[in-house]
């Protein structure tokens, strides 16, 4: 048994490589077929396990008030669903642009909910984590399962795929696009039929990319100036956007000649997360 009372853990980022909207459903989510990979990059963590029932969060909170703040909601509701008598005092470190499509604060829930399992010992099983963490958001599962997936659904039934090591440049033109906002646009393309077959022999895109196009100029400005590198894409309801390489010299290049109003950053990705690998590190 571990008597560990304090660590740090990522929260990393992730890509939707594509992103097809298949329809929408009744309560108003939609049908997706989407390819996640992760980062080995994103927020920082630390937990320090407290004998009081309180849950503190501190640090880069962005002036999200503590009760929604998606850290101290994914440690609640742990806490109440385990009746664990428990606290923790948590740290954040942002890294991750909010409202980018990179999905830092289902991340970070899901770093939440995979490091108080371990500190509070409360052993759910990765699926009962899911399906607790799928209450706070809809990509909050793959950060949960950890693994480069297919999602159907509304993002978390996932079926996992191996892909190649890759380098990313992943620029945030400093626009905050509402993922609430596109899914709600009656222009927003929800018609793609589902894929048949292998995925690899369909011409993939992200349906939400011409309506943040034209809902965010700067956007459609990011997209074309990425263009003179490589093909360029968008990753979930945006702002981010993405160019790949096969070596970090490639995507270190394109950072370095961003133009000053936007920010980056480069990334290889990986099929496991970070934050399964340092948790693994941590605790087996
Ligand atoms: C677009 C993606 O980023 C792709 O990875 C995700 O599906 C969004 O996941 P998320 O940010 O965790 O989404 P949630 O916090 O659950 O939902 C934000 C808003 O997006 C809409 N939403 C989200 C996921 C989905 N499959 N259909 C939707 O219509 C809902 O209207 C919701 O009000
Ligand atoms: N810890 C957190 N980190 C980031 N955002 C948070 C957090 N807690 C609550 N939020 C809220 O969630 C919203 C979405 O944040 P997030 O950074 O996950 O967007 P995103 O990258 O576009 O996500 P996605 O790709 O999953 O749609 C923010 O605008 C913010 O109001």
Request: one cysteine or more; proline letters at 4%.
């Amino acid at each position: 048994m571990n008597n560990i009372t304090s660590f740090s853990l990522i929260a990393p980022a992730k890509l939707n490589l594509f992103l097809h909207i298949n329809g929408r459903r009744d309560d108003g989510y939609h049908e997706l077929e989407t390819l996640f990979t992760f980062l080995n990059y994103g927020d920082e963590l630390s937990f320090e396990l407290s004998d009081l029932p309180a849950i503190i969060v501190t640090g880069d909170t962005n002036g999200i008030a503590t009760t929604d703040n998606l850290i101290y909601k994914a440690a609640l509701l742990l806490q109440t669903q385990c009746k664990t008598k428990q606290g923790v005092k948590i740290n954040l470190i942002k890294r991750l642009p909010m409202g980018g499509g990179v999905g830092g604060g289902s991340s970070d829930a899901a770093s939440t909910l995979l490091a108080l399992n371990k500190l509070w010992k409360t052993a759910l099983s990765l699926d009962e984590l899911a399906h607790l963490g799928l209450q706070l958001g809809a990509d909050v599962p793959v950060f949960i399962h950890g693994k480069s997936a297919i999602a159907h659904g509304i993002g978390e039934q996932l079926e996992q795929v191996m892909l190649e090591q890759k380098w990313y440049c992943v620029v945030f033109p400093n626009q905050h696009v509402s993922t609430a906002k596109i899914f709600t646009h009656p222009e927003l393309k929800r018609d793609t039929p589902k894929i048949s077959g292998d995925w690899q022999q369909h011409i993939l895109t992200n349906d939400c990319e011409s309506l943040v196009k034209k809902l965010c100029p700067e956007v459609e400005k990011t997209l074309q100036w990425l263009l003179k590198y490589a093909p360029s894409k968008m990753t979930g309801t945006g702002s981010c956007c993405f160019v790949e390489f096969a070596t970090q010299v490639q995507a270190q290049d394109v950072l370095a000649n961003l133009p000053h109003t936007w920010q980056g950053f480069i990334a290889s990705s990986v099929n496991t997360s970070p934050a399964h690998t340092e948790l693994a590190a941590i605790f087996d």
